[in-house]
């Protein structure tokens, strides 16, 4: 990794753990809205919203991350954010939203080989700050072919 690249991080929470994503991936940020249930979808998809009307599927990113509680989820925090991935615009429901960070790249390390696995290739690293880890995520290889399909198919409908 490049010693002098600062990165540029949304970070957001799922129950206690701390995620961050690429912020030119982000389109938006909005409060918990009415969603429409798709039939037959995968489980992690909980349905579509109407976003100035284009249809956006809407992805529960505990369920697609495996977070079997609900610890820290309350309807105050709850957000949706709109990432754009290679040309699929979708919803992601997490917890809160903490801030926008600015931090070295040197300071992310590689995923640990124990989490190194297929089912975590989205893990892109982890950043170390003071008396956090923040777990850095690469969306567009969070999702099969097939299930990337899916999507496509539901946001064109």
Do not use: H
């Not at 008396?131 to 097939?146: A, C, H, K, V, Y």
């Amino acid at each position: 990794m490049n010693d002098g690249r600062i990165l540029q991080l949304v970070t957001f929470k799922l129950g206690q753990e701390e995620f961050g994503v690429d912020i030119l991936k982000v389109q938006e940020i909005n409060r918990m809205m009415d969603i429409t249930r798709i039939p037959n979808a995968p489980l992690f998809i909980e349905g579509v919203i109407n976003l100035r009307g284009k249809i956006i599927p809407i992805v529960d990113l505990r369920k697609r991350l495996g977070f079997l509680d609900e610890d820290g989820r309350s309807e105050k925090t709850t957000r949706i954010i709109v990432i754009e991935l290679d040309g699929l615009v979708l919803g992601f429901i997490v917890d809160s939203v903490s801030e926008v960070l600015r931090i070295p790249e040197n300071t992310i390390e590689p995923a640990p080989s124990i989490v190194g696995g297929i089912e975590s290739e989205y893990i892109e690293g982890v950043g170390k700050l003071d008396n956090r880890l923040l777990i850095l995520l690469e969306l567009t290889r969070l999702f099969s072919s097939p299930e990337r399909n899916a999507m496509e198919n539901i946001e064109m409908n």
